[in-house]
């Protein structure tokens, strides 16, 4: 497709489970970032990836949060053993590169429910 | 690191009055200011940007304006319409180095019939 693809669009999960949440970027878009918005709240940096690295983990808000990217291509943002708080939208977007005059492209976000 | 302040968190106007959202940033190496629009149920998208290398920017009834010794940009928009009842973001990035964009806590701005 031409847009930013997430899966699921919807999760709910019970406390304690593991979750994987898929993106996958415009072809050709060499940054790709996480965002997390909690219910009326803005939003909030979890990771870049600039290729397949990740320059900068500074938001990830606990050790139980993971990333990766594979192949330039698709991303896969794991939360183990989830919590509550967890309970959020989670945005990906990609670029033609990180910062700069890169516009960001989000696509519709992945909407965890733990309960 | 940058952060990124925005204000009002909600705004309500009359159907074709304007609406200012303001922001201001910390961090003197951003030069790369960028407003997203969030309409509900999707992701964001870019409406407007500014680099510091200009002052004001203007698209149809959207207006940026930067100040960089103050460190405060804002976003004016006229002759407001009900589809400009969304959620809006500004943001702050340096353009000369690969880094993340950071973004405000947003605005939810309401036009009234």
């Known amino acids: 497709g031409a847009g930013v693809s997430q899966s699921p669009s919807n999760k709910v999960t019970e406390k304690g489970k593991d979750v994987e949440l898929r993106c996958d970027p415009i072809?050709?878009?060499?940054?790709l970032y996480w965002y997390r918005q909690s219910l009326g709240q803005g939003l909030e940096f979890l990771i870049y990836f600039q290729g397949n690295s990740a320059p900068d983990k500074s938001g990830l808000p606990s050790d139980r949060f993971s990333a990766e990217r594979t192949g330039g291509s698709v991303s896969t943002l794991t939360i183990q053993r989830t919590q509550q708080e967890d309970s959020a939208v989670y945005l990906c977007a990609s670029s033609r590169r990180a910062g700069g005059t890169g516009e960001l492209f989000f696509g519709e976000g992945s909407r965890l429910t733990v309960l | 690191g940058e952060n990124v302040e925005q204000h009002p968190s909600t705004l309500s106007v009359q159907e074709g009055d304007s609406a200012v959202i303001k922001c201001t940033y910390s961090d003197s190496a951003s030069n790369y200011f960028p407003w997203y629009k969030q309409e509900l149920g999707k992701g964001p998208q870019l409406i407007i940007d500014?680099?510091?290398?200009?002052g004001e920017k203007k698209d149809q009834r959207i207006a940026v304006t930067l100040n960089k010794t103050a460190k405060h940009f804002s976003l004016h928009i006229t002759e407001t319409q009900p589809e400009d009842s969304a959620v809006y973001f500004c943001a702050a990035s340096p353009v000369n180095r690969d880094d993340k964009i950071i973004f405000g806590k947003g605005t939810r701005l309401h036009i009234l019939p």
């Open positions: 072809s050709g878009h060499t940054a």
């Open positions: 500014i680099r510091s290398n200009v």
